[in-house]
């Protein structure tokens, strides 16, 4: 079969990930976790592993595995693992979270939580990874863009890898480690999940969703361009933890891949410019400029590091670095591509199959802009208050900033909620006999093949 | 092998005609792959760059009554071809009854339009739509409604060109 289908799953993915950001928006904001004061505490990893190998990892997988297929423009391969990856890696999140909280308390079922919990987390992310993986291996020869997802896949496995091996060590599974060479893996692991994975990632599915939403021309040479940077990011990078492992001096190799890294995004904001010039829609919607603001909030973040390791305070910035990728930029881009997402996936699943043979409403009066519009200011006004709290050290503030991102997010989920069940919808557009769709699991009718 | 559509233009030549429209818009009927032969009472050399920009290699041979038939063939590098099950036979298909453009439209509104055109057209009855992505979605749910389709990229990957045959459609 040529061509893509809805995928089944997705939705599911998506609803496990928003629900653990508001959890973990709200630990955040109820102080359980306090990042300014202890930013590799015990509580600290908890929550922000509800975010990473929570929200921000279950989202792009739920969206790859619709997204793969698109770019493949074939099926979804072993399909059947969608739901039992996703199961696998929730459960192991959770457990992992309880490990870090378990460990915080000095609770005797620490070590099995997180050992549990980092074996689920490789086997679910591992399942979800072999069905994108397998699928781009099945549309050879890839685009760039395809490319650069498949490049986030290997990301993600060294992300694992290297999360598995902490956790391990962690769990007092490893033998002594007198060099504390396993706490040295700690920023490869970090570099490797919110860059080599996520970002690359990202950063391939803006350059197919951006144009499409704001009707511009893709851009032809700077995917190619972005991926020979990337790769060479991912070996320097490689190159670095190798020297790590050996005891040697790594600066030079982290320093290289760190530039290689910065020049990619350069292409890819190059790229966005000439996208946005382009477009034909004059209007960006709420979700357009709520993708703009995370790009807008990714290069701050370059800017903050950048500048501070010119000035040796590198040390200083990196929870703030880290707070702008995670949240507004990579959780922006998110947030705002769910906004064009769900409605657009929803409206397929429902009108679908009679588009064409009678009225349908555009995707559009599923979810206007103007409801999402005020959250993603909340939102973001709330990462930027979050991020001054880090560089002034005020834990209240940082407070106060989560507790505002939550409220968007529990905003959003409850907008997000009530577009899959078309609450905005005319009756009459309504179709006779037929659910609306559910929540989280997209009914696909007869006839047509999952 | 490579099927031709055969657009002679002799007649109209020497009655004093401009043939260039008509040899376009043969053009745009063509099936993804198909090629193009040209029968003329001169080489038509303007037209090479033309075809060449579109796509086409050309090859010219001179008839023994001083006429000339050329053929234009789909250029090797040209993108393959998608096509969907039955869809093989598409060149003996008929010329297209509609004309849709559908680029600068989001989705999924390409695909509404091209589904709302077949729902009034009879089977076997062709249309022919050019787009400015690949339309992932369509494709299957053609497939789905019983239509046969054959979808080809242009070399840059910015249109697509989608040929449907209409089936007998089940309604559901």
Redesign the interface.
Known sequence: ??????SRWTMSWFGAAIVLLVAAEALFALGFADPVAAPRGAETLAVVHLVTAGWLGLLTIGAALQFV??LA?GRLRAAAASLPSLILALLGDLALVGGFVALGRGAAAAPHLLAGGAALLVAGYGGGGMMLGLTLRAARPL?AVPRLVGLGLVGLAATLVLGAGLASGLAGLLPPDPAGRVADLLPFHIVFGLGGWLTATALAVSYRLLP??L?A??P?VGPKRLLRLAISAFVLLGLALAAVAVGVDARLAAGASAIAAVAAIAVHGRDLAAIVRGR??RDIEASGRASLLAVLTLWAAVALGLGAALLGETARVVPTVVHLAGFGWLSGLGLAQLGKIVP?LT??EYF??V???RP?PR?QDLLPSRRLEPWYVVFHAGVWIGAAALLAEAPALYRFGALMQGVAVAALLVVFARTRRLAGVAAEHLREGVDRPRLFVATIEP???P | MTLYKDVDVRTLLRKGGEPFRLIMAALETLAPGQGLRILSTFEPKPLYRVMSERGFDHAARPLTDGDWEVTFTPSASVPPVAVSRGGEDATDWADPIFHLDLSALEAPEPMVRILRQIDLMEPDEVLFAVLDREPVFLLPELERRGHRWVCAADEARTTWRLLVRVGEETVS
């Open positions: 079969m040529h061509g893509a289908t809805l297929p698109v423009a685009a499409m939403f009707l021309a893709e032809s034909r829609r657009f409206w397929l679908g199959p588009m064409g043979r349908t995707t006839g047509s093949k």
